[in-house]
């Protein structure tokens, strides 16, 4: 075939696939992470045990997408509290009666502590039987015989073992209230004890476990 600029016709590349979709399809072509059972997706979720890295396994296909929510374990590494707060409220959406949750939370340093405390109330909400609670180092913290830096904790009713770790935030806890499941408890931070509902003149330092089988706060 001639052409008048004297070019001869090119032949068209090879099609371009994708590594990723190559690698998990079968020898006849079907999609081998798309034929997995529920069962089988939410076990390889839960050993990530990383929400973020799970939510982003929705890119290997469509069937995985929104299969997080239904993870009963849960960490959260350098997520922002608004984020963890999101992922909550998808959480307890298709969240089965009854679930038993277990929170890991690692928030990055210098959070705002009305986040921090917005956040605590939702994870109160979901209500887990196990929660870590960390703020990385670095956080803001100054004290002029006060501190401005708060954390409320809120009460968790069905936690039977609460682990936090707030560094130089200080932890308030609830003027009243029960944890009435609750049998480990390890906190290591500023513990803010109260008095005859005024705070001490300095928070209290408290870092290790503190055996607490029942709690009530009046």
Same mark, same amino acid.
């Given at each position: 075939m001639d052409l008048r600029s004297g070019? &001869? /016709?090119r032949s068209r590349p090879p099609p371009q696939h994708d590594g990723a979709a190559c690698h998990r399809r079968g020898p006849g072509g079907a999609d081998r992470a798309s034929n997995l059972s *529920? *069962? $089988? %997706? $939410? +076990?390889a979720l839960a050993r990530l045990r990383c929400a973020r890295t799970a939510v982003r396994t929705g890119l290997l296909s469509r069937r995985w997408r929104g299969l997080w929510t &239904? +993870?009963?374990d849960l960490s959260f590494s350098s997520v922002p509290p608004a984020a963890v707060e999101a992922a909550f409220s998808r959480v307890t959406a298709v969240? /089965? %009666?009854g679930a038993a949750f277990h929170l890991d939370i690692n928030l990055p340093s210098r959070p705002e502590p009305a986040d921090v405390d917005s956040l605590m109330r939702a994870a109160a909400l979901i209500s887990p039987v196990g929660l870590v609670f960390t703020i990385a180092p670095d956080a803001p913290y100054s004290?002029?015989?006060y501190t401005t830096n708060w954390i409320h904790l809120p009460c968790f009713q069905h936690a039977t073992s609460i682990e936090l770790d707030t560094h130089t935030f200080v932890v308030q806890p609830p003027e009243a209230g029960e944890f009435p499941a609750l049998q480990r408890l390890s906190m290591s931070g500023n513990i803010q004890h109260r008095r005859h509902g005024h705070p001490l003149p300095a928070p209290a330092r408290s870092r290790g476990q503190v055996p607490w089988p029942r709690c009530r706060l009046d």
């Open positions: 070019c &001869r /016709p *529920d *069962d $089988l %997706i $939410l +076990l &239904r +993870l009963t969240s /089965p %009666i004290y002029n015989g």
